[in-house]
């Protein structure tokens, strides 16, 4: 799921407001390891939508092993192995959530009209009602979530914002 990995991150991530230092030094450290998560996401099939892209960057984020090379960019970026995984899914989350703002919205608003559409189908097996329903709240629970990143780290990453569009390959 695009953002199923953000929704796990202990409310403790959330105790203090990500600083625009934070977000710069994601860049920083996004366009010098530009080679590895191309490779990591070429591996993992990225479509190229800025959403899978962002939870790309969130899971490898998460699942890099430092070498004494890549540890010396992070800390370069004012990062350590722990702080790392952190601000980036911070900074990630921020970003769509920017990015999604009112059509994001808008798009929950469709998601309930499709939720009500589908119960009260009764051309759709009950079983297939059940799948449905199951990814559509799943999905809704996801933009939920992206949404709901707080408005200081919001506040964070706009004036990063094209920038941070290089980094997610999101083009208007």
């Not at 953002?3 to 991150?9: D, G």
């Not at 009950?126 to 329903?133: C, G, T, V």
């Amino acid at each position: 799921m695009v953002w199923a990995a953000l929704v796990l991150l202990p409310s403790t991530v959330w105790s203090q407001d990500l600083s625009a230092e934070q977000v710069k030094g994601f860049v920083g450290v996004m366009e010098e390891f530009r080679p590895f998560f191309e490779r990591y996401a070429e591996d993992a099939d990225d479509d190229g939508d800025p959403a899978s892209t962002a939870k790309l960057v969130t899971d490898w984020a998460h699942e890099f092993k430092c070498s004494s090379d890549m540890l010396t960019v992070l800390e370069k970026h004012g990062f350590d192995q722990d702080s790392w995984p952190v601000v980036a899914a911070r900074v990630s989350q921020a970003y769509m959530a920017v990015k999604f703002g009112e059509h994001g919205q808008d798009a929950l608003g469709q998601m309930r009209r499709a939720v009500m559409e589908i119960e009260g189908n009764r051309d759709i097996s009950a079983e297939d009602k059940a799948q449905m329903l199951a990814q559509m709240k799943e999905n809704m629970a996801v933009m939920e979530k992206t949404l709901s990143a707080p408005a200081a780290d919001q506040d964070a990453v706009r004036e990063f914002i094209p920038q941070l569009d290089a980094v997610f390959g999101w083009s208007d």
